[in-house]
């Protein structure tokens, strides 16, 4: 089960000069993702997003409270969560297959699996034709797209995603959000989406979570209530817009405070 479960995480930072003081990143944030849901995480810079998704990935502790996801607390990083960063973290001396296998052939699955079951997320990809290529030979959006099919060929319960588009191009990162919807009605990983694109966040998400300035805390839930699938034509959709401007609101408000 791929639920995803914080009671009041908090996480603070050690000072790293002398005379700085610690930074609490995140204040106290409880919320509940349901298995197979996208929720998406807004909120202006700084604001402990990234510390939120990396918690949840078990590569930081929180100070207090915990996490849990499925029946177990996380105590560190673990296939059954993986991680789509912004700039994608190929090897690259090796083709697109040999980075999708390395995961389950490190993790001892055998062979004849993970064969199979690389060629079936590399073809959800739509890098069938690209499985030798190596990573210098695709553009930023496959390259994307080999992340994606990299960590779901660990059968993740959770997918959590830091900006995976932030760096695409417009036509490139609808593409992409278009092909995130194909793959999780194929897969359905609960999946947790960093955001700064508003547009972004309704389109993917059946919720969208706004975050405070830092010290980062839950401010707002806004469920979008689009049936999925969805496609390009539900962003001029007036409950869309409504909704937008409800999130680009409640984020605005953040930052004057800060001014
Ligand atoms: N490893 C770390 N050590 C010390 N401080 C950190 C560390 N990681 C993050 N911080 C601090 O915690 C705060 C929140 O950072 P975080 O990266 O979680 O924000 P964010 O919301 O993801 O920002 P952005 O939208 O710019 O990516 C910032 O003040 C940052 O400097
Ligand atoms: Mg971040």
Same mark, same amino acid.
Request: aromatic residues 8%; glycine residues 8%.
């Given at each position: 089960?791929?639920?995803?479960?914080?009671?009041?995480?908090?996480?603070?930072? $050690? %000072?790293?000069?002398?005379?700085?003081?610690?930074?609490?990143? *995140?204040?106290?944030?409880?919320?509940? !993702?349901?298995?197979?849901?996208?929720?998406?995480?807004?909120?202006? %810079?700084?604001?402990?997003? %990234?510390?939120?998704?990396?918690? !949840?990935?078990?590569?930081?502790?929180?100070?207090?409270?915990?996490?849990? *996801?499925?029946?177990?607390?996380?105590?560190?990083?673990?296939?059954?969560?993986?991680?789509?960063?912004? %700039?994608?973290?190929?090897?690259?001396?090796?083709?697109?297959?040999?980075?999708?296998?390395?995961?389950?052939?490190?993790?001892?699955?055998?062979?004849?699996?993970?064969?199979?079951?690389?060629?079936?997320?590399?073809? +959800?990809?739509?890098?069938?034709?690209?499985?030798?290529?190596? $990573?210098?030979?695709?553009?930023?959006?496959?390259?994307?797209?080999?992340?994606?099919?990299?960590?779901?060929?660990?059968?993740?319960?959770?997918?959590?995603?830091?900006?995976?588009?932030?760096?695409?191009?417009?036509?490139?990162?609808?593409?992409?959000?278009?092909?995130?919807?194909? *793959?999780?009605?194929?897969?359905?990983?609960?999946?947790?989406?960093?955001?700064?694109?508003?547009?972004?966040? !309704?389109?993917?998400?059946?919720?969208?979570?706004?975050?405070?300035?830092?010290?980062?805390?839950?401010?707002?839930?806004?469920?979008?209530?689009?049936?999925?699938?969805?496609?390009?034509?539900?962003?001029?959709?007036?409950?869309?817009? +409504?909704?937008?401007?409800?999130?680009?609101?409640?984020?605005?408000?953040?930052?004057?405070?800060?001014?």
């Amino acid at each position: 089960m791929g639920t995803i479960v914080l009671k009041g995480v908090t996480k603070t930072y $050690p %000072s790293t000069a002398r005379d700085a003081s610690d930074v609490t990143a *995140v204040d106290n944030v409880d919320f509940a !993702i349901s298995d197979c849901d996208i929720v998406c995480l807004v909120g202006p %810079s700084g604001c402990g997003k %990234s510390t939120v998704l990396n918690m !949840i990935a078990g590569f930081e502790q929180p100070t207090s409270g915990q996490i849990t *996801v499925g029946s177990t607390a996380v105590s560190g990083a673990g296939p059954d969560r993986m991680v789509v960063f912004q %700039s994608p973290a190929l090897f690259g001396w090796m083709t697109v297959y040999e980075n999708v296998v390395f995961g389950p052939k490190k993790q001892g699955v055998p062979r004849s699996r993970y064969e199979a079951d690389a060629q079936r997320f590399i073809d +959800a990809v739509g890098l069938t034709e690209f499985a030798s290529h190596y $990573p210098y030979q695709l553009s930023g959006g496959m390259r994307q797209r080999v992340q994606i099919a990299r960590a779901l060929v660990n059968r993740p319960e959770v997918l959590l995603m830091d900006e995976p588009f932030g760096a695409l191009d417009f036509q490139t990162r609808l593409l992409m959000q278009e092909l995130l919807l194909k *793959v999780w009605s194929e897969f359905r990983p609960t999946i947790m989406f960093i955001t700064h694109d508003v547009d972004e966040a !309704i389109f993917l998400g059946d919720r969208v979570y706004v975050m405070s300035r830092r010290p980062g805390r839950l401010k707002e839930q806004v469920d979008v209530p689009f049936p999925k699938p969805r496609s390009m034509s539900v962003l001029t959709d007036p409950a869309f817009i +409504a909704l937008k401007e409800r999130v680009l609101q409640s984020i605005k408000d953040e930052l004057g405070e800060t001014a």
